[in-house]
C-alpha cells in the first residue's frame, strides 16, 4: 500500500508539470504568407450599369457615380494590398535568411508574373525592387475622376455597352466596340468587359505595369519611401501619357479631384483610410 501510495504521488506530480506544459504548447498550425495577410474585401460581379442620367441636380449624379463606382475601387485595391503584404513578407525572410524556401520562391515568381517583372537569378532585390514599386495601391479618388472622365459619368456607350469606364484599348478584331471618330489607319478598338470589376481590375493592373506609368510609380514609391499618404494630387504628373491631350489631361484631372474632393470624401469615407486627395 505505501509503494502503491507513492506511485500515485509521483504520477500526480508528473501529470501537475506535464499537463500545462502540453495545454500551453499545443502543436500550431504552420503558418504561411497568406495567413499573415488581412482579409479581402469581397464584391459581387457588376454586370449592370445604372441610368445615371436620371438624375437632373448635378451633385446627386455625381455622388450616384461615385457610390456605384467605389466599392469595386476598394475590393480591387485590397486585393492588391493583399498581394504587396505577401511580397514584403517574402522580401523580408530573404533578407533575413539570404534565400527562399521552395514554396516562397513559388509565391514571388506567381507575383512576378502577375506583373510582368522578371526574376532577376542573381539578384533577388533587384526584383523585389521593381516589385515594391509595382505592386501598390492606387488612390481611390484617382481611380474615381479617371472613370468620371474617361466614361462621361458612366454615360458613354463604352461605359454601357462594353463595361469600360477607363477608355482602355485592345487590338484584335472584334475584342471591343469601333470608336465612331477612328481614323481609317486605326485598328484599335473600345475593350468589352464581362464585368464593372473587370475593367477596373485592368485599369489598375495597366496603371501598375505598362512602362507609359513608369513616372506615377516612381511618385509614387517616392511617398512610401518618406511615409507621406499617397494622394491622387501627388501622382495625376505620370498620367501625362494616358491621353493624347498630355498637361491639358492632366490639369483637367487634379481640377476635378479638387472639385469632386467633398463629395468623394463623403463615399470613402465610411470605408476608406486613404487620403482621397
Not at 498581394?83 to 514584403?88: I, K, N, P, V, Y
Not at 481609317?184 to 470589376?197: C, G, L, P
Amino acid at each position: 500500500m505505501r509503494i502503491l501510495g507513492w506511485l500515485i504521488a509521483v504520477g500526480l506530480v508528473v501529470a501537475a508539470i506535464w499537463l500545462p506544459t502540453q495545454l500551453h504548447e499545443q502543436p500550431k498550425p504552420e503558418q504561411n504568407v497568406e495567413q499573415a495577410t488581412p482579409n479581402v474585401i469581397r464584391v459581387g460581379r457588376i454586370t449592370q450599369v445604372p441610368d445615371f442620367s436620371v438624375y437632373p441636380d448635378v451633385r446627386d449624379k455625381k455622388q450616384a457615380f461615385f457610390s456605384f463606382l467605389a466599392p469595386i475601387v476598394q475590393a480591387e485595391n485590397a486585393t492588391i494590398e493583399q498581394t504587396r503584404e505577401q511580397l514584403m513578407s517574402l522580401m523580408q525572410s530573404y533578407e533575413q535568411q539570404g534565400t527562399l524556401e521552395k514554396k516562397q520562391r513559388q509565391q514571388l515568381e506567381r507575383i512576378a508574373q502577375d506583373y510582368n517583372v522578371t526574376l532577376e537569378e542573381t539578384d533577388l532585390n533587384a526584383t523585389f525592387g521593381v516589385l515594391l514599386r509595382r505592386v501598390d495601391v492606387v488612390p481611390e479618388a484617382l481611380a474615381l475622376v479617371q472613370a468620371a472622365n474617361e466614361s462621361a459619368w458612366g454615360t458613354s456607350r463604352f461605359a454601357l455597352d462594353g463595361l469600360n469606364f477607363f477608355g482602355q484599348w485592345c487590338f484584335r478584331k472584334g475584342c471591343g466596340l469601333v470608336p465612331d471618330a477612328r481614323g481609317e489607319d486605326m485598328t484599335h478598338e473600345v475593350r468589352k468587359f464581362a464585368s464593372v470589376n473587370a475593367s477596373v481590375r485592368s485599369y489598375l493592373r495597366n496603371i501598375n505595369t505598362h512602362p507609359a506609368y513608369f513616372e506615377l510609380r516612381r511618385l509614387r514609391a517616392e511617398k512610401r519611401k518618406s511615409g507621406a499618404d499617397i494622394r491622387a494630387l501627388d501622382l495625376t504628373e505620370g498620367l501625362l501619357s494616358y491621353s493624347e491631350r498630355g498637361e491639358d489631361y492632366v490639369h483637367e484631372l487634379n481640377s476635378m479631384i479638387r472639385v469632386n474632393r467633398p463629395i468623394i470624401i463623403d463615399v470613402l469615407e465610411p470605408n476608406s483610410d486613404l487620403a482621397p486627395e
